[in-house]
């Protein structure tokens, strides 16, 4: 940065962040404050026009917070992506209407600004990085255990893509081969044992099980809505034993995981983030014990697993450092 | 290489593959070709040193076939090493007195060569990517499975390293969370499911505990020796039922590996090695059906599992090679 011009230093940049649940935009400073901040409830039942429309409207309405003209648009959106075009691949918990959705394109239309296009997981590490709870890494593995489970991996100084931009999805590693069926059609993948609607369904089939126990209980009171893993959480910390011996078996889950992770990629962190992990804080002790004991040498001597710092904002603000990545961000601008 | 000379295009490289069962030297040409190849069985029984001298004498005699003095000497090792210094880690199966054992800076003084160490699976990929079943591929996972279960992924065209040089244990991701205890200490790993003495101890359970069996007649004919994994690959070809019913086991294991690996790397091409993996070529074609049906989209439309074509010269070829590698050749000739 020795050479920028004040006016690069101070600049800014449209994020835009498609999430499960919320739709969020912001202009993000070159420091990382967000300016104009809009969040609405993602319409997941709307069609994909609908959804485009509100992504463009809101990043339209956060541009106005912004004091210089931004750089561009990066967005971070759940699912897979190829982040070279900004086309969607076929996501699993959404409309199927989503599937080749020319996302980059049209927003780049409709906001006449440079624009990329990644997934959450990668905008949320390239934020930890910056901003957060791994600054200055080369070396680490983001992980987010949520309403599903993403991740991404930088392996010296670069995010991990693969062939199509689509590496890093360890959520899909079968961890439990007899376990329940996953989304994505296989068996005992980590997301079916970990996420927080898997946590639900594993209280819902214990309640069916055990008719005078606490989560039948709990299930009764719900009104015939599902169980959720926030629900089993709150359960858990009010003494249930039954709420707290699933969370200890998802909490082993999600620590054997750690250790895999370590082994396969050397890592100096592993940043843990997402609603679900936030709420089981001594998962991070337990995963740092356990890689210190049960992961090969000398990766277990180096990694260690630290809590996300920026939580709900890591994609936001990840997203607008999506522009500085060379390989896709500079290809996008030779576009305009 | 438009500006090369003749003598560079034409050069050689001393090249040291330490293996658990063979150490192999050889001259090898700039196409490929190995020269004055050497082969002798590890004493593994011996101390460091006896090792270290026998290395040093088979690279030496090797190096008497090399038409033009060497570029250097690439030495590619089973277990984990710092590619940077060349020093070994503590190796799960070979002798303690092998921790912290400078093997490059031995080599170095004995030979008066560059010397680049490095683990084999890394060694064979590079291998692949040159000369062998992946020529040109920048996304590749490279996974033998043989006495152990060795990997290495290139992403973007680079060896995935980590922080240590210790990335890519693949083999150490449980896979069975109730399997055998695995010589890392875990439970289930790939590695004790699915390589050679791991097969030989599922057989053996089995004869234990069905006397009548094919499988306890073969543990009877051997008299007091393990059964080894190639002893239940003959059994299962001779029509053994219980021995094919492992090894289905064992195969489809390694076949779920693989749909992992292709979520997590999304790969052009998974290089499938190793005697074990060798004697099971319908592995191949299992593999391309099962990440084609269940792995995430669109890396299942990309992936492509292929056998290997260099079998047991990969880590001898890509010994060589790891002296054009940026990261370390470099460093290593400059300490020279």
Redesign the interface.
């Known amino acids: 940065m020795a050479n920028a011009s004040p006016e690069v230093k101070n600049h800014t940049t449209l994020a835009l962040d498609i999430g499960g649940t919320w739709i969020r935009a912001a202009t993000v400073t070159h420091d990382g404050r967000l300016l104009g901040a809009r969040k609405q409830a993602n319409p997941t039942t709307s069609s994909a026009t609908e959804i485009l429309a509100l992504c463009a409207q809101l990043a339209d309405e956060a541009r106005a917070a912004s004091p210089v003209p931004p750089l561009g648009l990066g967005v971070s959106t759940t699912g ?1 992506v ?1 982040p070279r075009t900004g086309v969607l ?2 996501p ?1 918990n959404t409309p199927a209407g989503f599937s080749g959705l020319p996302l980059g394109q049209y927003l780049r239309e409709q906001l006449d600004l440079a624009v990329v296009v990644d997934r959450d997981a990668n905008a949320a590490a390239l934020a930890e990085q910056r901003f957060g709870a791994v600054r200055g890494c ?2 680490f593995v983001y992980l987010t255990v949520s309403t599903g489970i993403g991740a991404a991996v930088i ?2 100084g ?1 995010l ?11 959520g ?6 007899d376990g329940p069926v996953c989304g ?3 068996r005992g993948c980590l997301e079916a044992v970990a996420a927080g609607p898997a946590i639900g369904r594993a209280a819902d089939r214990h309640a069916q099980a055990n008719p005078g126990s606490g989560l039948a209980k709990l299930r009764d009171s719900l009104g015939g809505t599902p169980i959720r893993g926030h629900h089993v959480g709150v359960a858990a910390l009010e003494g249930d034993p039954d709420a707290r011996k699933i969370l200890a078996a998802v909490g082993a889950a999600v620590v ?1 995981s750690i ?2 992770i370590v ?6 962190r592993i940043v843990l983030g997402g609603g679900v992990a936030m709420a089981q804080p001594n998962w991070i002790e337990e995963a740092n014990d356990a890689l210190r ?2 992961a ?4 277990s001597e ?2 260690r697993v630290v809590p996300t710092e920026l939580g709900d904002n890591g994609g936001l603000l990840g997203a607008a450092l999506l522009l500085d990545q060379p390989d896709h961000g500079a290809r996008h601008r030779r576009q305009e």
Chains 1, 2 share one sequence.
Not at 296 to 299: W, Y
């Open positions: 897979p190829n691949y076929d699993p080369t070396d392996a010296d670069e991990l893509r693969g062939a199509d931009g689509a590496a890093g999805e360890l899909h590693v079968v961890v439990a081969p994505c059609g296989r054997s250790v895999d082994n396969v990629f050397n890592p100096q004991q049960s090969l040498q000398p990766a180096t990694a």
